[in-house]
């Protein structure tokens, strides 16, 4: 496969690195000139330490390069940059492309999936995209480490076709129809996991992240099902396997992100302090309009919303969480 990668961050070298080993031509753009000399002079991503970028695989600064005759094209910049990333490279994308986005996110102003988005501004005719989401931290991908992921789409032809190229010796491929499930899941898994390295930050033990995971997984299945998407997808890959491995990683953004948040620092302090994009954050205003749009009732969400958005005391939070009105688990 001849492959174009637009964005240069950890998981789109990760990926990047992982198809050139496995046989296909790659090419890579980053919207940031200076961060394509690095890449191509060092051979080597800054937050991926001990990967070692393959000789072969190309760097570009244009983007019709990137976009031109290639059998596949991998969208891997964060999620607030798709939009901008699609327009500019839509004149470039030609009728029956095949994109695959792996960005997680919802646009706060539409409450629009990356792929919806994608489709919103690349207009060729016959263009499928393609959602790839699940557990799978780029440092574990970029050492080689067994991992699963799922290749979503309403098109199950693209889906098995994305399966295809991406499953190999250390990656296996599932296959889901659910894209919006599956995509819905990569967005609010961070919101989760936000939450849960919150409480561990507070001071919480085990049984508070226990409880966030699986309330949370609760959450996001509620909106779902409202909106449309099948069960299965959440208690599949994209959806529990990504909330447990984002809520508990060392290697995850979005939990270290609220372990200091839980400890005392303001979250756009926290944010600097983990000085990559921290997903769980630019998703939160996307969810809790859904929440409200669909009238589902997201709790945790809300609360990880009142502290990062409204300086809300996390402690307190927690406390209110915990003296809610009486349920069943059964709705």
Excluded at 23 to 34: F, K, L, N, R, Y
Excluded at 69 to 85: C, E, I, M, N, W
Excluded at 179 to 204: D, F, H, P, Q, R
Excluded at 254 to 260: D, K, Y
Aim: contains cysteine; negative net charge; hydrophobic residues 45%.
């Amino acid at each position: 496969m001849n492959i174009g990668v637009l964005g240069a961050g950890t998981w789109g070298m990760a990926l990047s690195r992982m198809l050139y080993n496995t046989g296909s031509a790659v090419t890579v753009w980053s919207a940031i000139p200076e961060e394509i000399d690095q890449l191509d002079r060092d051979r080597a991503q800054k937050n991926l330490p001990g990967m070692v970028i393959p000789r072969g695989i190309g760097f570009t600064k244009d983007i019709e390069t990137v976009c031109a005759g290639r059998d596949l094209l991998l969208f891997a910049v964060p999620s607030v940059f798709v939009r901008s990333t699609a327009r500019r490279a839509a004149a470039h994308i030609p009728a029956g492309q095949l994109i695959v986005d792996v960005a997680k996110g919802l646009e706060s102003e539409t409450l629009k999936t990356m792929s919806e988005v994608i489709l919103d501004e690349v207009r060729a005719e016959g263009v499928r995209v393609v959602a790839l989401s699940g557990p799978t931290h780029a440092e574990e991908v970029a050492q080689d480490l067994p991992t699963t992921i799922v290749s979503a789409c309403a098109d199950p032809a693209a889906a098995k076709a994305v399966q295809g190229v991406f499953m190999n010796d250390v990656m296996r491929v599932y296959t889901n129809t659910d894209i919006v499930g599956v995509e819905l899941c990569g967005a609010l898994k961070n919101i989760i996991a936000l939450a849960a390295g919150i409480s561990a930050g507070i001071g919480y033990g085990d049984n508070a992240k226990a409880a966030l995971i699986t309330r949370g997984l609760a959450e996001i299945s509620r909106l779902g099902e409202k909106m449309g998407c099948l069960h299965k997808t959440f208690s599949g890959l994209a959806g529990m396997g990504d909330l447990i491995v984002t809520a508990t990683s060392r290697h995850s953004r979005n939990n270290r992100c609220g372990f200091l948040i839980g400890q005392g620092v303001k979250p756009d302090e926290a944010i600097r302090q983990v000085g990559m994009v921290v997903e769980g954050v630019n998703a939160l205003d996307g969810a809790t309009a859904l929440a409200k749009k669909y009238g589902v009732e997201m709790p945790i969400v809300a609360a990880v919303d009142a502290v990062v958005h409204h300086g809300a005391d996390p402690a307190q939070e927690v406390k209110n969480l915990m003296n809610r009105d009486p349920k069943t688990e059964l709705f």
